[in-house]
Nanobody, 122 residues
Framework: QVQLVESGGGLVKTGGSLRLSCTAS????????MGWFRQAPGKEREFVAT????????VYADSVKGRFTVSRDNSKNTVYLQMNSLKPEDTALYYC???????????????WGQGTQVTVSS
C-alpha cells in the first residue's frame, strides 16, 4: 500500500506557472505508474497526465498538452506536474494517483492523495 501527499498548489495569475509535487511512502515507488487528475467545483474528476513506472512513457489530456509536463524522480519517491501558461479554466483541486499501469481512467487507480488547490486568477 502506498500513501500519497500532494503539495505546491496556490494562487497564480493567468499565464503564470506552478509546479506540483506528489510524494509517496509506504511501498516501492518505482512499482507504480502515476497519474494526475483534477476536479473543479461541480464537475467530474478529469484526467490530466500520467507517467509510467520508469518515467519513459507519458500521456496528456488534450486540454493541457504543450503546457503541462509530468515527470518523476524515483530516488525521491516523487512525481511532479509542471504547469505553465496557466488559464482560469485550470482552476481545480489537483490529485495524484498510483497504480500498477498507466491509465487515463480514474477508475484504474487504486491509491489517491488528498489533493492540492490550484487557483488561476484572470
Amino acid at each position: 500500500q502506498v500513501q500519497l501527499v500532494e503539495s505546491g498548489g496556490g494562487l497564480v495569475k493567468t499565464g503564470g506557472s506552478l509546479r506540483l509535487s506528489c510524494t509517496a511512502s509506504g511501498d516501492t515507488f518505482s512499482n507504480y505508474a502515476m497519474g494526475w487528475f483534477r476536479q473543479a467545483p461541480g464537475k467530474e474528476r478529469e484526467f490530466v497526465a500520467t507517467i509510467s513506472r520508469g518515467g519513459v512513457s507519458t500521456v496528456y489530456a488534450d486540454s493541457v498538452k504543450g503546457r503541462f509536463t509530468v515527470s518523476r524522480d524515483n530516488s525521491k519517491n516523487t512525481v511532479y506536474l509542471q504547469m505553465n501558461s496557466l488559464k482560469p479554466e485550470d482552476t481545480a483541486l489537483y490529485y495524484c494517483a498510483a497504480d500498477s499501469f498507466t491509465s487515463i481512467y480514474r477508475e484504474s487507480y487504486k491509491y489517491w492523495g488528498q489533493g492540492t488547490q490550484v487557483t488561476v486568477s484572470s
